[in-house]
């Protein structure tokens, strides 16, 4: 079952401007994380929110997360031709101490130089 | 550090073959597990491991079987190809618990004709 559902499906921007995507799920998270997929290659960690954190900042990476709206926001700023990939948000809803994480159908994000 | 190698990188089966994805890793996690990607699609999980001779169930384990020998190793079978299972799959690992960076393979494509 499909936990997460990020939002656009696909965004085109131009290099320098900022890209928000956008990803909602379903059930009570113990975190949220999101990673990046270049074309042809495996998933790359971003970075990690975890339930009771509101925001959270890696380089030009800001994500933020809204627990009672279910929903988290990537915003990459300045973007630049080499953060064309699609990004994907996983949310990891405990249960164990496995980590198995339910993937959402990611955001196709293209940048022009 | 090779970190989750998976081989192989592309892999053309007929119907009713069986065949073997190989996945390593090199940096003694304990969680180890295999997704399948389709076409416009998240990860889905098929199964996982966290250690040595325990493996369980994902999202999608049917007409896959996995063992896991060894920490290092954790091989995906499919048992009598179907068309249904030409994917792209991933090998992940990561250290046990909750929000640990998880570490995926380079991926292996998969086509049943």
């Known amino acids: 079952s499909q936990q997460g559902e990020e939002d656009p499906q696909a965004l085109s921007i131009q290099e320098g401007e900022n890209a928000t995507m956008n990803c909602s799920y379903k059930t009570s998270i113990n975190n949220l994380q999101w990673y990046r997929q270049n074309s042809g290659r495996g998933l790359v960690h971003l970075i990690l929110?975890?339930?009771?954190?509101r925001e959270k900042h890696s380089g030009r990476l800001r994500v933020t997360l809204d627990t009672s709206k279910k929903s988290s926001s990537l915003l990459i700023t300045a973007s630049r031709a080499a953060d064309t990939a699609s990004y994907f948000c996983?949310?990891?809803?405990?249960?164990?101490?496995?980590?198995?994480?339910?993937f959402g159908k990611g955001t196709k994000l293209s940048v022009k130089p | 550090n090779a970190g989750v190698t998976q081989t192989p990188k592309f892999q053309v089966l007929k119907t009713g073959q069986s065949m073997t994805l190989q996945c390593a890793q090199d940096m003694n996690h304990e969680y180890m597990s295999w997704y399948r990607q389709d076409p416009g699609m998240g990860l889905r999980l098929i199964h996982y491991s966290v250690g040595a001779g325990i493996t369980d169930q994902g999202e999608v384990p049917n007409g896959y079987n996995v063992s896991r020998s060894t920490t290092e190793d954790f091989p995906l079978r499919l048992l009598s190809a179907a068309p249904s299972q030409t994917s792209v799959y991933f090998c992940a690992s990561s250290t046990l618990g909750a929000g640990n960076t998880i570490y995926f393979g380079e991926g292996s494509w998969l086509t049943v004709v």
């Open positions: 929110i975890r339930s009771n954190e």
């Open positions: 996983a949310t990891d809803v405990g249960g164990g101490s496995q980590g198995n994480l339910i």
